[in-house]
């Protein structure tokens, strides 16, 4: 039986006594045991993922982790990471978007026949390309919100519809080379950061990460409530900054950070701030979490439609661009293949729920990364695409099955 401490105000019994105890490191270790219990995982399984395959690898061929191909490995990442951050946003809606990968084609298309057949400033073709994007994401919204159009037929409509305008802009030719010195393929293909930009960067999520964590803290105890223990927001910024300092200095043993990777990085970056810290992101996670409550609590919900397809297929466009300066072409191959799959398996993969109402960027930038590190292992082992599609559908299929048991173990533990 618990022992009263106070006799006219709140009790305290010896249970709180041990909670106070495990403030700081032991507290922090115990509240993530508990979440796990729960149900709540987060991004543990993609990380256990990633580390387990990085380790297979490694030992049937040590070139895997040399720096050099890591940094290959994430030149890879950028082009389609980028196309699944977009598929986040309409995956937290509950909505798919089949045709990213027929967008990224067209936008690669219209990049070279505007710039190098047309003879359009770089600037006007790349913003065309964006524009037509965004077009075609308030589109889909539009079918959606205003004819029920289901996003799944109305995005597999919209795949062929944006592959034969690729293919119609392109003409009997059906590839248009891009200049290898303009600054586009230059950036998709050989530059990098310069180390010391590289580090600094990498000290900056440390020191954000104190930053936010003592305005919270002082936030929460000016109005009495419980903070975070100062103990464990240092010892969280010091192994995160640890860990990235350690990355870059190993990638800059090769030929270093790429900027495109960057890029990512940053996008995956504002995308999460805009979803975690703004009216619109919780409106997105109400919306995914239930449509009907979130429109009797005032939200517009049409809006947060359109708003998700359009950057969908915005993002989806800027990946096509990528695309075509990593491979200094437009082609009729842009896009096709498996960049649809690539694009949905990184952010399911990543932890973004298929039942909509839970995900974040960084699902999709740890998504892709495991899907590159599948494909840059197998060929390295000169071994078919035939097994590279069918251990990449293994693993696709092991995170929806993680996400659905998750997913009735935390409803179980809500109804508890």
């Known amino acids: 039986m618990s022992q009263q401490i106070s006799k006219d105000g709140p009790t305290l019994d010896r249970s709180d006594v041990r909670v106070k105890h495990d403030d700081g490191i032991m507290g922090m270790v115990s509240s993530f045991i508990n979440r796990v219990r729960s149900g709540d995982l987060g991004m543990l399984p993609v990380a256990v993922g990633l580390i387990v395959i990085s380790t297979v690898f490694s030992i049937l061929n040590p070139i895997f982790l040399a720096p050099n191909n890591l940094v290959n490995l994430l030149f890879d990442c950028a082009t389609v990471g980028i196309i699944s951050l977009g598929i986040v946003c309409v995956l937290l809606l509950g909505e798919i978007d089949l045709s990213v990968g027929s967008m990224s084609g067209l936008a690669s298309a219209i990049i070279g026949v505007l710039w190098v057949n047309s003879g359009w400033p770089i600037a006007g073709a790349l913003l065309a390309a964006l524009v037509m994007g965004a077009a075609v994401g308030a589109l889909y919204a539009v079918l959606y919100n205003r004819l029920g159009m289901p996003s799944f037929v109305a995005t597999l409509a919209g795949l062929l519809a944006l592959l034969g305008m690729q293919l119609y802009i392109l003409g009997p030719t059906g590839s248009i080379n891009l200049p290898y010195a303009s600054a586009l393929v230059r950036f998709g293909q050989i530059l990098v950061m310069p180390a010391w930009v590289s580090h600094t960067l990498a000290l900056l999520p440390g020191v954000i990460m104190i930053v936010s964590g003592m305005r919270a803290r002082r936030r929460r105890q000016s ?42 990085v940053a996008l995956a970056i504002i995308l999460n701030y805009a979803l975690t810290k703004t009216k619109w992101g919780r409106s997105m996670f109400a919306v995914g979490g239930n449509r009907e409550a979130a429109r009797r609590s005032g939200i517009n919900v049409r809006r947060i439609y359109l708003s998700a397809f359009m950057l969908c297929s915005t993002l989806a466009a800027l990946g096509g661009i990528l695309s075509a300066s ?13 960049v649809n799959l690539n694009a949905i398996a990184a952010a399911v993969i990543g932890g973004t729920s298929l039942f909509g109402g839970r995900g974040s960027a960084y699902s999709a930038l740890l998504g892709i990364i495991v899907i590159q590190a599948i494909s840059n292992g197998l060929t390295l082992l000169n071994l078919s695409s035939s097994l590279r599609y069918m251990i990449t559908g293994g693993v696709l299929a092991i995170a929806v099955i993680v996400d659905s048991l998750a997913r009735r173990s935390r409803v179980s533990h809500g109804r508890a």
């Open 326 to 338: 990593r491979l200094a072409s437009s082609s009729q191959q842009a896009g096709t293949g498996d």
């Open 223 to 264: 109005v009495n409530l419980s903070s975070q223990p100062l103990s464990t927001l240092i010892v969280k910024a010091a192994v995160l900054t640890l860990a990235l300092e350690f990355a870059v200095y190993y990638l800059n043993l090769g030929r270093g950070v790429p900027w495109m990777f960057g890029l990512l």
